[in-house]
Nanobody, 126 residues
């Protein structure tokens, strides 16, 4: 069983930055990703990174503002969030799966991802 533990959420003003972290056991065997869910909205894909760090995916809404990275030695994936906007306010969830392609929204298989964290709240004030 893989346990995902997110951290780094909080309250920030618009235009500010936050870095989310997600630590996981058995980390190097999994592609990792981030999703978010705002109140009253469906969960949406944010970013993903392959096991080997050779591939990344981003939602159009965060491209050029957010960066996903991983440190296999520390069993941790990061989401650096810059130029935050009020519409980025959401609970952010870390997810893991052996199959990187499942994170691709074009396949619509996010609900089948193997493991999910408990989430961390990000609030961006205007």
């Amino acid at each position: 069983q893989v346990q995902l533990i997110e951290s780094g959420g909080g309250l920030v003003q618009a235009g500010g930055s936050l870095r989310l972290s997600c630590a996981a056991s058995g980390f190097s065997r999994y592609a990792m990703g981030w999703f978010r869910q705002a109140p009253g909205k469906e969960r949406e894909f944010v970013a993903a990174i392959s096991r080997s760090d050779s591939g990344t995916l981003y939602a159009d809404s965060v491209k050029d503002r957010f960066t996903i990275s991983r440190d296999n030695a520390k069993n941790t994936v990061y989401l650096q969030m810059n130029i935050l906007k009020p519409e980025d306010t959401a609970v952010y969830y870390c997810a893991a799966d052996r199959n990187y392609w499942k994170f691709d929204v074009n396949f619509g298989r996010a609900a089948e991802l193997d493991y999910w964290g408990q989430g961390t709240q990000v609030t961006v004030s205007s």
